[in-house]
């Protein structure tokens, strides 16, 4: 399994950014895709996760209707809209999977490949 994370930039506070992850490797219709980050200093944390139906979704109280998480499956790519975004959003971002259905799991450990992370850095 491959993941390849993209999209990352420097944005000012209330701007927007949309990041992609292309999957390869295997047949994804089984697995649930996510988004984490890790900013300096501090820990890896869950952002968000989608089934790769797309039915489901799931994201943390602290981006909850600014971030957006979607999936294109005939391309293999997962997306993550990031609008309004604050300064506290600087971080380096990560796409991950893991087999599976449900969407509610959001510790680190659960996911089993990883891409390389894409930096989002947001000014004032």
């Known amino acids: 399994v491959q993941l390849q994370a993209s999209g990352g930039g420097l944005v000012q506070t209330g701007g927007s950014l949309r990041l992609s992850c292309a999957a390869s490797g295997r047949t994804f219709s089984s697995y649930v895709m996510g988004w984490f980050r890790q900013a300096p200093g501090r820990e890896r944390e869950f952002v968000a996760s989608?089934?790769?139906?797309?039915?489901?979704?799931y994201y943390s109280d602290s981006v909850k209707g600014r971030l957006t998480i979607s999936v294109d499956n005939a391309n293999n790519t997962v997306y993550l809209q990031m609008n309004s975004l604050k300064r506290e959003d600087t971080a380096v971002y990560y796409c991950?999977?893991?087999?599976?259905?449900?969407?509610?799991?959001?510790?680190?450990?659960?996911?089993?490949?990883w891409g390389h992370g894409t930096q989002v850095t947001v000014s004032s």
């Open positions: 991950a999977a893991r087999s599976g259905s449900s969407v509610y799991f959001t510790s680190r450990y659960e996911y089993k490949y």
């Open positions: 989608i089934a790769w139906s797309g039915r489901s979704t």
